[in-house]
């Protein structure tokens, strides 16, 4: 139940997105979302923003944007190149917003009403329908649909979609692994390349127009899983594999007219694309250039510009700190900051700093000071006091404990008091830091220089970025802190894909878990709350996080990332998306 964000801080100090998913590496390593020292007028949306909720009844067409016309390019800059654009492994924020955006339709998709992500039908025709036990969900799908060449989408296709989804050493690598968990068969089943022969028992139809659904376990979210592009009708007969991506079938309202990995994907309109049947995509523009790869600097300087196409662009990176004095002031109708998916954290190995230790580290921990050796934007973040950002259904925000503030320069006088009444003067604290760029080695001085200040001895071990991705991830290492997911993001915004992984414990071999947290009581709270529906388990799961703040702060929060946009001054109607960190590429148009 993950996904893997890797990102690089480049030397101007801007996070820059490599991989977008759930994992993340955070400060000296943060991804779309970063942190600098003090309270922020502009990140208010974050605090702000609402529960998640969902809309079985939701209509077609969507609603007309005031205002909007049709016509013009959009250019979309990305500094990531996402590993595939295949529908069967599309698995990272960028390929998802352009995937489930522009291309590909599924069971089920997000609706952003006044800011908050709202599921509804979108190949389906409801929500789908659970069973009492759990164990099946079933959904009924729109007849009439067509694919992007103008043949008809068929039942057979849903199920030929999802059998793909098992090839994970060929289209379907990098994708998630949650129909491995939880479908009938899926711990076993290889996909249709592998075992064409085999009956999957995952998925079933009945009749013409119905999917069932055969779990092994129950899985109360699972309509906000049918969302994913893998759910996204395929023809068997029509796939070409490893160049589907290339030139892949769409029932979105654009298609593919030409793919370059890692550099451009060029869209147009899909001629077959129904309006009447989506209730939330648009089709005002002519055409997509999606350029990957860009530099993020230099993008977004050239759209604040105004040079060449900057006046139809939308740079989807984290804002570099050139431009924050633009963006802020003379610009700042050409930029919009709002909730994200993502938190970051600073580790503590809970398996060998005791919790006292942990409170002083909290009160010492110098959080303006690392942000500012580390030159990070103050548009691109909030600091954090809980453990879940608050786009999560149910979030609840409560004040900090412990002294975890998320912000401020530390204590060290009071730290050093609590020290040496414990008796703990001279405790050693270690960690691997990244050496290989000037602000990831002044990020980790200001770490070192605050934690010395209260009476902490510190050991930090510098290396390569190379080995830094490896080393953290590595928990048997002898060090305690820094060790496991340095930042997590959501794959749908409730808490069964929040807490479960990062604090059942059972990650921390692969060190995919926050602080090495295993608890047995806790652990069975978890697993009560991850099989209750979601809305109902949205407070179970606020109580959990303040639980855990207070009884075990096996993690500092540090900072909640923001969605942010730069964009020309021809494009309108910038609608930001908490899910992906990224605008409603659909909703845009050109003036």
Same mark, same amino acid.
């Given at each position: ?413 009071? #730290?050093?008091?609590?020290? %040496? $009444?414990? /008796?703990?003067? !001279?405790? =050693? ?5 990244? +050496?290989? *760029? ?15 200040? #209260?009476?902490?001895?510190? %050991? $930090?071990? /510098?290396?390569? !970025?190379? =080995? ?5 991830? +590595?928990? *048997? ?115």
């Amino acid at each position: 139940m993950r996904r893997t964000k890797l990102v690089a801080l480049t030397t101007s100090g801007v996070l820059a997105l490599t991989l977008a998913a759930c994992s993340s590496s955070g400060p000296g390593g943060g991804s779309k979302g970063s942190s600098t020292g003090g309270n922020n007028t502009l990140n208010a949306a974050n605090s702000k923003a609402a529960a998640l909720g969902t809309d079985a009844t939701a209509t077609s067409p969507a609603a007309p944007v005031p205002g909007a016309k049709t016509g013009g390019i959009i250019n979309i800059n990305d500094g990531s190149a996402p590993p595939t654009m295949d529908p069967s492994g599309i698995y990272y924020t960028d390929s998802g917003a352009v995937g489930n955006g522009l291309l590909f339709r599924t069971l089920t998709q997000y609706k952003i009403v006044d800011g908050k992500a709202v599921l509804v039908p979108d190949l389906a025709t409801n929500l789908g329908t659970e069973s009492a036990d759990g164990l099946t969900w079933t959904f009924h799908v729109k007849t009439g649909i067509k694919y992007s060449d103008g043949s008809p989408v068929k039942l057979a296709d849903y199920v030929y979609a999802i059998k793909r989804s098992f090839a994970q050493d060929t289209v379907a690598a990098n994708g998630p692994n949650y129909q491995m968990e939880f479908l009938k068969g899926g711990s076993t089943y290889k996909g249709p390349f592998k075992q064409p022969d085999v009956n999957f028992p995952g998925v079933t139809t009945e009749g013409d127009n119905t999917l069932v659904f055969h779990l092994v376990k129950k899985m109360p979210a699972f309509n906000f899983f049918a969302s994913f592009t893998q759910f996204s009708p395929i023809p068997q007969s029509k796939d070409t594999r490893g160049n589907y991506q290339l030139h892949p079938l769409t029932t979105g309202p654009y298609k593919v007219d030409s793919y370059t990995k890692g550099q451009k994907m060029v869209l147009s309109k899909n001629p077959y694309w129904d309006a009447k049947t989506d209730p939330v995509r648009h089709q005002y523009a002519n055409g997509y250039v999606i350029n990957f790869n860009v530099d993020p600097k230099q993008s977004q300087q050239r759209i604040l510009s105004g040079s060449g196409v900057g006046t139809t662009s939308v740079d989807i990176n984290a804002v570099d700190s050139s431009v924050v004095s633009q963006v802020t002031g003379a610009k700042k109708d050409q930029f919009v900051s709002g909730p994200g998916a993502c938190e970051y954290y600073v580790n503590m190995d809970t398996r060998k700093i005791p919790f006292n230790i942990r409170k002083i580290i909290a009160i010492a921990w110098p959080y303006n000071n690392i942000r500012k050796a580390a030159e990070l934007a103050t548009v691109n973040y909030e600091p954090a006091t809980t453990y879940a950002p608050p786009s999560l259904q149910g979030f609840k925000a409560y004040p900090p404990v412990n002294g975890a503030t998320g912000q401020g320069p530390g204590d060290p006088a009071k #730290a050093k008091a609590m020290l %040496k $009444a414990a /008796g703990k003067l !001279g405790y =050693q604290l270690s960690w691997y830091y990244r +050496n290989d *760029t000037p602000t990831r080695v002044a990020a980790n001085n200001a770490k070192v220089a605050g934690l010395e200040a #209260a009476g902490f001895k510190v %050991k $930090a071990i /510098g290396v390569s !970025g190379q =080995q830094y991705t490896t080393k953290i991830a +590595n928990t *048997t290492l002898p060090v305690n802190m820094g060790q496991g997911v340095p930042g997590w993001c959501y794959d749908w915004p409730t808490g069964d894909a929040e807490y479960p992984p990062l604090f059942n414990g059972a990650g921390i071999a692969n060190g995919q878990t926050v602080g090495e947290f295993s608890n047995p009581k806790i652990t069975k709270e978890i697993n009560e709350y991850s099989a209750m529906e979601p809305a109902a388990a949205g407070p179970k799961w606020a109580a959990l996080d303040k639980q855990l703040m207070t009884d075990y702060l096996p993690a500092l929060p540090d900072y909640y990332a923001l969605s942010t946009a730069i964009f020309g001054t021809q494009i309108k109607n910038v609608v930001l998306n908490p899910n992906n960190e990224i605008p409603v590429l659909s909703a845009l148009y050109v003036s």
